[in-house]
């Protein structure tokens, strides 16, 4: 083996190092997203748990309907422009003290006034 033949055998073992390494780095990044994916997975089930409970206080409780809960999910929802069953935030500004705010909160976090969303 000539000294040519030594360098690209070096450079072969080298790429073959720098592979494994690489495979290694994608099987833990591997891991760490399946960790993650099944903490917010726990995190939603409680979420949705608690959801469930307060719901079901409010309606044995009060005279609020299922009826009532999906016009406020849908006024809600409306509240960014888009109909897409999640709660996106906008800044606006509000009427009456010009500052930023955002369609999510019912009013203005400054001075009270009702938010009024981008579809109005
Ligand atoms: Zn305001």
Same mark, same amino acid.
């Given at each position: =083996?000539?000294? #040519?033949?030594? $360098?690209?055998?070096?450079? !072969?073992?080298? %790429?073959?190092?720098?592979?494994?390494?690489?495979?290694?780095?994608?099987?833990? %990044?591997?891991?760490?997203?399946?960790?993650?994916?099944?903490?917010?997975?726990? /995190? !939603?089930?409680?979420?949705?748990? *608690?959801?469930? %409970?307060?719901?079901?206080l409010?309606?044995e409780?009060?005279?609020?309907?299922?009826?009532? *809960?999906?016009? /406020? =999910?849908? @006024?809600?929802?409306?509240?960014?422009?888009? %109909?897409?069953?999640?709660i996106?935030?906008v800044?606006? @500004?509000?009427?009456?003290?010009?500052?930023?705010? #955002?369609?999510?909160?019912?009013?203005? =976090? $400054?001075?009270?006034?009702?938010?009024?969303?981008?579809?109005?």
């Amino acid at each position: =083996m000539d000294l #040519f033949d030594l $360098y690209q055998q070096k450079r !072969i073992w080298d %790429a073959e190092a720098k592979a494994d390494n690489a495979g290694r780095d994608a099987a833990h %990044a591997s891991e760490r997203v399946a960790t993650e994916v099944r903490r917010l997975e726990a /995190k !939603i089930d409680g979420l949705a748990l *608690i959801c469930e %409970a307060l719901w079901e206080l409010l309606r044995e409780r009060t005279q609020l309907t299922d009826d009532d *809960i999906r016009k /406020k =999910m849908q @006024e809600i929802d409306l509240r960014d422009g888009v %109909a897409d069953g999640k709660i996106t935030s906008v800044a606006t @500004e509000c009427r009456k003290c010009q500052r930023k705010t #955002f369609t999510r909160n019912p009013v203005c =976090m $400054y001075c009270g006034e009702p938010v009024t969303g981008v579809w109005r």
